[in-house]
Each structure stands twice: as C-alpha cells, then as structure tokens.
C-alpha cells in the first residue's frame, strides 16, 4: 500500500479500486464543470499570513456546531451511493466520524438505510432530507430519522431538479449497477472491490426500497427516483417540514444573500453555503466565493457553514477565517471510503485535522475559535464586481 500523507493519495487509491462508473459519479460535476472546478480552484487564490515569535504551545482545535461538541469543525457532508463505494460505505464512514468526534450525515439516497446505521453505529447521526413529491413517504422518512435518534435535519434545497452530469448519463449510472459490456469489463479488473459487494446484502438505496410504494426492482426505482425529487419545494414547505421535524434544522445548498435572509426568517439553526460540489447549477459562484456576503448578512442570526472544494486543512482554516462556523467535507471522505474503508475515512480526517493544527500554528493562532480574517490575505476582487 502506498504511503499516505495527503487527500490526493486517497484519491488516487480510489480511482484504481473503485469500478469506473462510480467513481466517475463522485468525481463530476454538471455540464462544463465550471463551478466544480473553482470551487477547489478560488481556494487557492487566497493566502495565509505567516506570523512567527507567537506562542504556539496547548493549541485547541475543539469546538460546538449547532450545539454539539465536535473534535474539529468539520462534518461529513450528505453523499449518496457510497454504499456502492466501498460495501456498506455509510455504516463505515459513520463508525470512523463518531470516532473521530464529527458528525457524520446520512443522504436521503444512501445504500444503508437509517435503520442500518443507527442499528451498527448506535451513534447520534445527522440526516438529510430530499423533498420528495410522495407526501407519505417524505412524513414517514422524518418519522425513521426521529425514531434512529438523529441530532439534526439536514434539509436540502438545491436539488428539486438534477443538474445535467454528462459522466454519469453516459455511463448509465445505476445501483445495483447495469452490466452493459463495457461495465462488465471495468468491473471484471476490481477484484477488491467486488469481493467486499459479494459479502453485503445492502446494494441499493436502503431508505427507498421497500419503503416507497410501487419500488420493488431496480427498475422501477430508478423510474422513481427521476420523479420523485419535489419541483414546487418552497419556503412554505420549508416551514412545514420544520415543524414537522421539531429538532435541529440545517438548511444546505444556500448560495445567495437573500435565500440566506429566508433561511434566517424560518428559523434555521445552521445553513450550508454550497452548490452542492458544483454538480446543480453549473456557473454558480464557487462556495468559498459566496461565503463572505452570506455571513455579513446572517452571520449574526444563524451559524454559517459551508462545503465545497475542501481537500486540506488549509482550506478548513480559510473557511474558517472567512467566517464559517464549519467546514463540510465530501468528496475528501468519499477518496478515503473508496480507498480503504473506514481505515481511510479516519486517514482523511487524520490528515485534515493535522494540516489545520499546523496551519493555524504557522499563522500565529492557537484557538480555531479564534480564527478570522486577519490571517489571511484576500485578493480585492475576491467576491467580484458583478452586475
Ligand atoms: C458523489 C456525490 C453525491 C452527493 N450526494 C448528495 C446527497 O445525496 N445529498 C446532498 O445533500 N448532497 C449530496 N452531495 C453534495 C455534498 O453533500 C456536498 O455538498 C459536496 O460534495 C461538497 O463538495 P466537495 O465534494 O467538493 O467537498 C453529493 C456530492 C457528491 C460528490
């Protein structure tokens, strides 16, 4: 095994034991990848203020998000299908956040279904919620989560339609998935991988199947699928889920002040600045990019997240210092779950969680609390002049 001191190790490990197809799904973006690749690409515009002479000794990376305790502000972002990344992805991922001491959140359209995590972690778990069309199933989804013990709703509102991703039209994406040739042959060289999917029974989406009405086969799910994300969501059905859910609420995929102004009205406990890893509205403003505005104009009623493009450390303490309460992760966990299971979800968050202390040493701060603007240095047309 190659040693391992950076994301881009697990991602190469990744992309080597995980079959084409789905790793193709984690690794696109929609239409020309625009968004996707400056969400990564606008982090690196901005640099760090080397300080030195500063005592660094006891450095403190502890802190609460929307009330938890959390060994580092960082989650594990809602990503469907990782079930089909490595077997049983979800269970796995959530053993090594609860561990780690992050919250780890389950998609609407994970492989392990909510019952699975909480039955195998017995753990506290976020879930997130797509708003579907069937109303019974969407009330009863609520009702499993509450019942699963789940510490808090991540609502998510950047997806009533699906942005165009040409990778996975392409590929047919489906789970289980569809043996067309080419399929057979990539997965015919992914010995590891298929070894572990042959010893689970979970292989397709555990929250849906047998849970919804008329989805029984692959088939009929996938029909499913593709009509059940709601079109008429809106701020009132935003309201009435959330009274609905009754406990902590995130609202993520905010990426505009004034949809950060709704999310505030309604009463939100948190919002994730996201466009959800550049796979929705291609040409959007990357994460990183939006940020600043949203906190100045809620920062002061609700916490502020976000996710997007996040691959190190360094980029955690950007966000940070920029104003987020907490940095979400995706992509960087689903590399490590591919790559080696939960041992590699630990090693994302290993290596994270070093490059953030180290960070923070070197620009003169000791508290991740403590962390603001001054440690960095901004370009001045960061946030643009658009019209
Ligand atoms: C493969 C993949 C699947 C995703 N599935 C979901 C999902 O089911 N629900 C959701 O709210 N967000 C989903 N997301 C978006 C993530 O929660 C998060 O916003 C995004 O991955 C952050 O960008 P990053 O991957 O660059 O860290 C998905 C992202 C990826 C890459």
């Not at 509450?146 to 998510?156: D, E, H, P, R, Y």
Request: with cysteine.
């Amino acid at each position: 095994m190659p040693v391992v001191t950076e994301i881009e190790d697990l991602h190469r490990i990744f992309r080597r034991r995980v079959p084409r197809m789905f790793y193709d799904y984690c690794e696109s973006g929609s239409w020309t990848e625009q968004t996707f690749r400056e969400n990564i690409s606008d982090f690196d515009r901005i640099r760090l203020r080397q300080r030195v002479a500063v005592d660094m000794e006891n450095r403190n990376l502890g802190t609460t998000i929307i009330g938890q305790d959390v060994s580092m502000p960082v989650a594990l972002a809602p990503v469907g299908l990782t079930g089909m990344q490595n077997a049983d992805g979800e269970i796995k991922a959530a053993r090594a956040a609860h561990r780690f001491g992050v919250p780890f959140t389950l998609s609407t359209m994970s492989i392990c279904s909510i019952e699975d995590v909480a039955a195998e972690t017995g753990q506290p778990f976020w879930f997130q919620l797509y708003v579907m069309r069937d109303q019974d199933f969407l009330a009863r989804l609520i009702e499993r989560a509450k019942k699963a013990n789940c510490s808090a709703l991540v609502l998510t509102l950047d997806l009533q339609i699906l942005g165009q991703r040409h990778r996975d039209l392409k590929n047919g994406l489906s789970a289980p998935p569809k043996l067309t040739w080419s399929a057979m042959m990539n997965l015919s060289t992914k010995w590891g991988w298929g070894l572990e999917m042959l010893r689970t029974r979970r292989r397709s989406f555990g929250n849906i199947v047998g849970h919804a009405k008329g989805v029984e086969n692959p088939a009929s799910l996938m029909s499913w699928i593709g009509e059940q994300f709601d079109p008429q969501l809106d701020w009132n059905k935003v309201h009435r889920i959330k009274e609905m859910w009754g406990g902590k609420l995130v609202l993520k995929g905010i990426l505009d002040a004034e949809d950060a102004r709704m999310a505030a009205e309604v009463g939100a406990d948190a919002i994730v600045v996201s466009n959800h890893g550049g796979r929705q509205l291609d040409g959007a403003l990357s994460s990183i990019r939006a940020l600043p505005q949203i906190v100045r104009e809620v920062g002061d009623r609700v916490e502020v997240h976000m996710d997007g493009g996040v691959r190190s450390g360094q980029d955690v303490l950007k966000a940070l210092a920029m104003g987020a309460k907490g940095a979400w992760i995706g992509r960087a966990w689903v590399y490590g779950l591919g790559a080696m299971g939960e041992r590699g979800v630990t090693t994302a968050l290993e290596i994270i969680r070093k490059e953030l202390d180290t960070t923070m040493a070197l620009c003169g701060r000791k508290d991740v609390r403590t962390l603001d603007r001054n440690i960095l240095l901004v370009p001045r047309d960061f946030e643009g002049d658009w019209a």
